[in-house]
């Protein structure tokens, strides 16, 4: 079984900066790729970033340019780092991990078997 444990969300002014973190817990062989997705009030869960277990990282078009994904070399603790940060950003943003399978791109929900319980992120203008 594996366990994911979201931290570091906050809030901050528009224009920062902030840093997730993802402990993964278990078995994270299992995990060939991991990603973030993030989910804004009265809107659907969206993918945010991927990284698969080659190192290749994917993003949403809204994340790229600001947003990035890294893991660690033992591939238990993802992060991801997020700059420019917009209102349009604030979201309870979740850690996901595939069982035994890869992803294409950011990949989509039903593509993740493990969800941590999310951190929030609220950026104000």
């Known amino acids: 079984q594996v366990q994911l444990v979201e931290s570091g969300g906050d809030s901050v002014q528009a224009g920062g900066s902030l840093r997730l973190s993802c402990a993964a817990y278990g078995n994270t062989y299992r995990m060939p790729c991991m990603g973030w997705f993030r989910q804004a009030p009265g809107k659907e869960r969206e993918g945010v970033a991927s990284?698969?277990?080659?190192?290749?990282?994917y993003y949403a078009d809204s994340a790229k340019g600001r947003f990035t994904i890294s893991q660690d070399n033992a591939r238990n603790t993802l992060h991801l780092q997020m700059d420019s940060l917009k209102p349009e950003d604030t979201a309870m943003y979740y850690c996901?991990?595939?069982?035994?399978?890869?992803?294409?791109?950011?990949?989509?929900?039903?593509?993740?078997?493990?969800w941590g319980q999310g951190t929030q992120v609220t950026v104000s203008s």
């Open positions: 990284i698969n277990h080659r190192g290749h990282t």
């Open positions: 996901a991990a595939t069982y035994l399978g890869d992803v294409d791109g950011v990949g989509v929900l039903d593509d993740y078997y493990y």
